[in-house]
């Protein structure tokens, strides 16, 4: 940034001023300010540069530019220069000077420009000037830097130079031919005549220069005071923060913040008070020498601003009382909030006690309530055990009952009683194509709705459901005829095509007035089939033939005298455009209405291999769509709050549960008992929902084996059926259920219910990892102490072994393997008294700079047993160093390799990398394995979690080197790296137990 001087604008203000250009013209666009770029000792971004260039380029053709940069040498400040100079050097050395990188005077100028030199002969040189790939060409900006460089021989009394100028890709080059000889003898005596006057403007120039340096030192000294400071105050603040966060007791935290005022910050003495009240009196802690200096006062505020206490600090004797109160005002805000977390702990603390109290009386409240419950509970399902939630069922013995009376009856039965049973028998039909069509519709607003296609004969359906109701017409005074092509065959759901059909010519029919007719017409027209049904009824408005294929959807005249749902016409609707179809409503010149169904032409089909379809008018058309195949596990958009596994033999109502739960949960289905217990067992689920009855295995089979088969003691089992006995509910509980939902059920009760299912599942899953954690600390502690003797007597006995040696045993291979084996055991004794002291938070690491290639050798070294037969890929560059306890880190990396040996297999490769970051790096460990599935990356770092065959692994391989690098306060995750899993090991490069200490 502020890579180019204002000096640069020096030659081109002159020129502009002469143009009439003003510096505000030149800046436009920008958020340059028009008097900096007149300050020479301001500096501006070459971006900004680019921008006034831009501005200023419609005012100067190419020549002038050249000759703005050969005026440029010419001028005072520049001349003084040489008078030095041109006794000391030849123009060869002065272009070696403007062009040298980093110092030159080129670079002084414009620090982003990158230049290059080579000299070619004494009087030839080749200068490149090029800009980094992210900046911005300027070629105006070599076009005065060419008129500087032709100018330049001059200065020497010399003619200009021979220049030729050739853009590079992010640049230029310059061809550069000196003049060779002397200056004329007119000019050295000009020189000689001129040399006082250009001495005094050089001496001015050198004046200016040495002013701008001293305030330039005195900005940049401030600025180093001001880091010290800063650096300073983050240290004590991380110190003292570091220390408070430690104790969650406000008694505790209290003192811990006077103690670390005085040790960590410096102070000589320090006092803090709380705000006490009328429920909590004053706190007060303290801390250092009782004689001191007038203590600085600071009030702690909360987040919000109110007021949680006072601090008081005293300075010693020497120190700085400004820096001082500089940094007790960078430690009170974070003082407060750390004050004000640990009063919301405690009072937390104090609001659970009293919650738990109320909660305990409430539950004792709750339990003089149960036997009401109970006699309500068992009302309640004595009530829904009378009434059916079946509606097929009751219509279905109707229609049996109702038919076999009136058969029975024969002529015996009076007309009247006759009619009153088929009014009866209609009824129940009209009642039960109403629910066939309920069904229907939610069918299709689910998507559910498929059809069963097949070669249909259109013609011979079409005949049909006319034949069918030309009696209801004639009863209604009305003419019904068909205009039906012959053998029109169609790919089609037959019972769909009779339902559209029979819908449309039974509302015209209920539609149109006595005396008029109803045509039905099946045309194979070129690009479609067409089904019209034509009335001569009341006719359609505009407005209504818009929505009126919508549930429910009916005309005002028409609802004034017609019965009707107005789901018909809905389900057409569907119906049709099942088939990729469409249906319409036109209205018709001179009145009436025309019903039409447009079919696809590619549902074509030869009507020779088309049958004539059996109708089956008013019967159950539940078979005419079909539940599609779920998929073999849903899965939610977000994060899945956890699997569940369904068992339910009712196709529809397993994708209903599945649809209701896999907004949250990830959830697998099974269409039998069998197949859902061969799902848990190559899919362990954290939840089972069953139905009872079910082929091959019902129910409460699965759930007594799954409880037996399952992994996930915890997994709870949830029946879900129709049977509402006491007796059921019970067996399914001593089963292994925990819960009982029955058929039908609200989708809300349902979600509440899995929802707290797993609430309880995460309390269970919490203490069980409370006990894990505290069984693995005992366990590591015991094992190392256990190591750590074996691995003395190791130590103790190779001494003396290697001198009972011969020399020449000694120097053979035998004394190789000794020091193999002593180096092992010496790291076996390290390792152990580190893991001995691993779970005292007050014990440090024995950390110390090592080589990551070091570590990483060692560590391949280690698995080289395990290794075998795998690839192995290694990037680490050689010069990276990290501060860590080596024996701790090279466990973490031995436990990662051998993890990633045994998922790539023989054949596969296993990756380490290393990574380099600012103020980190990275051990990557990566295989060409199947990775983690999602369901596992979870628990993978929990204690005693393995996927590995019994014998083969003991799970603690992982939480145990997570909190060896969380001990080095870096991280171990598991990340996606292009479709592969890597584990990484992110640690600080320099410990900040190991940083030098300032004062």
């Known amino acids: 940034m502020n890579e180019v001087s204002c000096k640069a604008f020096e030659v081109l203000l002159a020129p502009l001023k002469r143009k009439g250009i003003t510096t505000v013209d030149v800046v436009v666009g920008t958020q340059v300010p028009p008097e900096l770029i007149e300050d020479r000792k301001a500096r501006i971004d070459w971006s900004d540069y680019v921008a006034i260039m831009r501005n200023v380029r419609p005012h100067f053709t190419d020549e002038e530019y050249i000759e703005i940069g050969r005026s440029y040498m010419r001028s005072p400040g520049v001349k003084f220069a040489f008078v030095i100079a041109r006794l000391l050097f030849t123009p060869l050395d002065i272009y070696r000077w403007f062009s040298k990188p980093r110092k030159g005077v080129g670079n002084q100028m414009f620090t982003c420009i990158v230049p290059e030199h080579r000299e070619l002969s004494p009087y030839e040189i080749q200068l490149d000037l090029t800009l980094p790939d992210t900046y911005e060409v300027c070629w105006d900006f070599f076009l005065i830097s060419s008129g500087n460089m032709e100018e330049l021989p001059r200065l020497f009394g010399l003619p200009r130079a021979r220049l030729e100028l050739t853009r ?146 005293a300075p010693r004797a020497d120190a700085d009382r400004v820096e001082r109160e500089a940094l007790l005002d960078f ?48 009302a309640r399902e004595k009530f829904f055990a009378n009434v059916s939630h079946e509606f097929r069922t009751p219509l279905t013995i ?121 045509c039905v017409e099946l045309v194979d027209e070129t690009d479609a089939i067409r089904l019209s049904v034509l009335d001569t009824g009341i006719g359609i408005s505009k407005e209504l033939a818009g929505r009126l294929f919508g549930r429910f959807e009916r005309g005002a005249d028409v609802q004034r005298t017609t019965a009707g749902t107005g789901i018909g016409l809905s389900l057409v609707k569907q119906l049709v455009e099942a088939h990729g179809g469409m249906v319409k409503a036109v209205g018709r010149d001179g009145g009436g209405t025309e ?71 990830t959830v697998r289905v099974a269409y039998d008992g069998e197949a859902a217990l061969e799902l848990a067992r190559k899919h362990p689920p954290q939840m089972l929902i069953t139905d009872v009855d079910m082929p091959k295995m019902n129910g409460l089979e699965l759930a007594k084996r799954f409880r037996e088969t399952s992994k996930d003691k915890l997994a709870p089992i949830l029946i879900l059926s129709a049977l509402q006995s006491a007796a059921t509910r019970v067996t399914g509980l001593d089963a292994g259920a925990v819960d009982y939902v029955t058929k039908p059920f609200d989708p809300v009760e349902l979600k509440a219910r899995v929802h707290a299912q797993f609430r309880m599942r995460d309390l269970a899953v919490r203490l069980h990892r409370a006990e894990q954690l505290s069984t693995l600390g005992i366990l590591t502690s015991g094992l190392a102490h256990e190591l750590r003797n074996p691995a003395n007597g190791v130590v103790n006995a190779i001494g003396p072994l290697r001198e009972l040696l011969p020399p020449e045993v000694k120097d053979g291979g035998v004394g190789a393997l000794l020091d193999v084996i002593e180096e092992c055991a010496r790291q076996l004794d390290t390792l152990s008294r580190q893991l001995l002291g691993f779970r005292d938070p007050g014990t440090k690491l024995e950390m110390r700079p090592i080589a990551a290639s070091k570590l990483a050798r060692s560590a391949l070294s280690i698995c080289q047993s395990a290794l075998s037969g795998v690839e192995t890929r290694v990037s680490i560059p050689t010069d990276v160093t990290v501060t860590c306890a080596p024996p701790m880190v090279l466990q973490v990396l031995t436990n990662l390799l051998e993890n990633a040996a045994h998922a790539a297999g023989a054949g596969g490769w296993v990756s380490l990398a290393v990574t380099v970051g600012e103020d980190t790096m990275a051990f990557e460990v990566s295989d060409s394995g199947p990775g983690v599935p999602p369901e596992l990356r979870q628990s993978i770092f929990e204690p005693f979690f393995t996927t590995k065959p019994p014998g083969v692994g003991t799970g603690l391989g992982l939480p145990l080197a997570r909190d060896i690098v969380v001990k080095h306060r870096g991280t171990l995750e598991l990340r996606d790296r292009s479709g592969r899993h890597a584990f990484v090991i992110a640690l600080p490069r320099t410990s900040s137990d190991d940083a030098p200490s300032r004062t």
């Open 595 to 665: 019903m039409r169904v447009l079919l696809p032409a590619e549902r074509r089909v030869d009507s020779a291999v088309a049958d004539a379809p059996v109708l089956q008018l008013g019967d159950h058309v539940a078979r005419t769509f079909a539940a599609k195949p779920l998929p073999p596990i849903a899965l939610p958009e977000g994060i899945s709050q956890g699997t569940i596994l369904i068992a339910e033999d009712d196709v529809l109502l397993a994708e209903m549960i599945a649809g209701v739960l896999s907004d949250e949960y």
């Open 331 to 378: 430690l009170t805000p974070t003082l407060g909030i750390a004050l004000e977390n640990a009063m919301f702990r405690s009072g937390l603390e104090r609001l659970v006690d009293r919650r738990t109290t109320e909660l305990t009386t409430a539950r004792d409240e709750l339990a003089g309530t149960v036997k009401k419950l109970e006699e309500a509970r068992g």
């Open 168 to 313: 590079l890709s992010r640049g230029a080059r310059m061809e550069i031919t000196i003049p060779s000889g002397k200056p004329p003898f007119f000019a050295r005596a000009w020189r000689f005549l001129a040399r006082p006057f250009v001495g005094r403007a050089a001496a001015k120039e050198l004046q200016e220069a040495h002013e701008t340096l001293v305030d330039r030192y005195a900005e940049l000294e401030s600025a180093q005071m001001k880091l010290d400071r800063q650096a300073t105050q983050l240290r004590t603040a991380h110190a003292v923060n570091e220390l408070v966060q430690r104790d969650l007791d406000i008694d505790k935290m209290l003192q811990t913040i006077a103690t670390a005022l005085v040790e960590q910050a410096g102070f000589e003495w320090a006092e803090i008070r709380l705000v006490g009240d009328e429920n909590e009196p004053a706190q007060t802690a303290s801390h250092g020498a009782a004689t001191h200096e007038a203590p600085l006062l600071r009030t702690l505020e909360a987040r919000g601003g109110e007021r949680v206490g006072e601090l008081a600090t």
């Open 398 to 518: 109707i229609l049996l009952a109702v038919g076999d009376a009136l058969r029975r009856a024969g002529e015996a039965i009076d007309p009247r009683a006759k009619e009153s049973l088929e009014s009866v028998n209609g009824s129940a039909r009209k009642l039960l194509r109403l629910v066939d069509e309920l069904l229907l519709l939610a069918a299709g607003e689910e998507h559910k709705l498929a059809m069963r296609s097949e070669a249909t004969n259109l013609s011979a359906l079409v005949d049909g459901v006319v034949s069918a109701w030309r009696p209801a017409a004639e009863a209604a005074g009305l003419e019904l005829s068909s205009e039906v092509a012959r053998a029109v065959g169609a790919s089609v759901d037959p019972v769909a095509l009779e339902r559209i059909t029979t819908n449309l010519v039974s509302n015209a029919i209920k539609y149109t007035p006595r005396g008029g007719r109803v």
